[in-house]
């Protein structure tokens, strides 16, 4: 289960024009080594392209940068999402190349698929630094402001840089009291202004956008043009609590439990209103068991309301287990979890199994009762709970 929130939308669009302008800069090369280079990126993503098609995942992340570790389990990921069915008559062309220094060039990409049954055509540039004698892939050429606690990338021609970043500064100073983990240092978050190029280049395989994705060991991405900014505090604190709680369970948590964690210590932070999924808070649709969280499919769900009723129950459990048993005990469940080596969700076809049975060990062993009782206690809390917004 991947670590989404905010909004979520139905159905799909042709994907615009969203290469940036092409670099200005003072360094130029003869048009024959131009070419030369254009022709040597072009095998490099031609590469790629059969590496996807023949399934061979080490010819595929052998294009790829190891100098950024962030980007590297990325692109480990996005490889599993551009094999899969849902996902096809995938194409790649290099259709400009723009010399950068002796060592770093940006290429233009033009990228055309299938996905979901929908027919996608698109332009980005790539940033491919010379490693050695051979030319890597360094991820989307983004601008970068270095803060003191985290690198902030945004696409060219983003407006909301200061803005964004403030919102950031404030969910690390809410979330300082709260865990004794920090974030990374130097933690990326990835801004797009392109909703688009964020499912593109993030998750491809979903047939809904999104605002937000985090994923364990990889950056933070975010869809920054809502018209409310407001929303957008709750999203990245949210955000942000993913990145700290699962370096402490090693990614061994079910989703419900990660999911409702963050939504308690990010989105519930602030007013209700500011969140798709706390303003749409039906009670009656909360009195669902562990098990069927654990069953509800995300990936491909009914409606938008059986997303956030998801959503809502996971932070109904984590509220009944916080008021009942304390902030303390209750982060022992991520502590008990991560001393089992990391999950990881590309690699494991077991994931999310292996991850419901770890849950269900650490419930019994950190609160002495199993998920089932604890579902039936959850239920009769449930019905006095005092939800703000709740109906």
């Known amino acids: 289960m991947t670590l989404l929130f905010c909004t979520v939308f139905f159905g799909c669009t042709q994907v615009g024009q969203t290469a940036a302008q092409a670099p200005t800069g003072t360094y130029t090369l003869p048009k024959h080594e131009t070419n030369k280079l254009k022709r040597e990126i072009n095998a490099i993503m031609q590469r790629k392209l059969s590496a996807l098609k023949q399934q061979d995942y080490d010819l595929y992340l052998s ?7 962030y980007y590297w389990n990325e692109q ?3 490889y599993s999402e551009m094999v899969k069915p849902v996902i096809s008559d995938l194409s790649f062309e290099v259709t400009n190349i ?3 220094d002796e060592t770093s060039l940006e290429a233009e990409i033009h990228q055309r ?4 049954g929908e027919q996608f055509d698109f332009r980005y540039p790539l940033l491919f630094q010379l490693e050695g004698d ?4 360094c991820g989307y050429h983004f601008e970068l402001l270095e803060k003191p606690d985290y690198t902030l990338k945004y696409m060219p021609g983003e407006t909301r840089v200061d803005d964004f970043a403030a919102m950031i500064d404030t969910a690390y100073q809410n979330l300082e009291p709260v865990f004794a983990e920090k974030a990374d240092d130097h933690f990326e978050i990835k801004l797009f202004w392109d909703q688009e190029m964020l499912r593109q280049r993030t998750i491809p395989s979903v047939s809904w956008l999104f605002t937000g994705w985090g994923e364990p060991n990889e950056s933070l991405k975010l869809y920054t043009g809502q018209p409310d900014i407001r929303s957008y505090q709750g999203t990245i604190q949210h ?3 993913h990145h700290i709680t ?3 369970c090693q990614n061994n948590l079910s989703d419900w439990l990660l999911e409702g964690t963050a939504v308690y210590y990010g989105n519930a932070y602030y007013d209700y209103s500011l969140s798709n999924a706390l303003a749409h808070m039906k009670l009656r649709n909360m009195a669902q068991s562990i098990d069927q969280l654990n069953q509800t499919n995300m990936i491909n769900p009914s409606t938008q309301q059986e997303v956030w009723d998801w959503y809502n129950t996971g932070f109904g459990y984590v509220t009944y287990l916080i008021e009942t048993y304390g902030h303390d005990q209750f982060m022992e469940l991520f502590y008990e979890a991560g001393k089992k080596p990391f999950n990881d969700s590309v690699t494991n076809e077991n994931f999310k199994q292996d991850n419901i049975a770890t849950t269900s060990a650490a419930l019994e062993t950190v609160f002495g009762i199993t998920p089932e009782q604890i579902s039936e206690n959850y239920l009769v809390w449930l019905e006095t709970a005092d939800f703000v917004t709740a109906g």
């Open 63 to 69: 294009t790829v940068t190891q100098n950024d570790v």
């Open 246 to 248: 699962i370096k402490i």
């Open 98 to 100: 723009t010399p950068l």
């Open 113 to 116: 698929h299938t996905g979901n």
């Open 134 to 137: 051979s030319w890597k892939d």
């Open 239 to 241: 955000e942000l609590v």
């Open 76 to 78: 480990a990921r996005w």
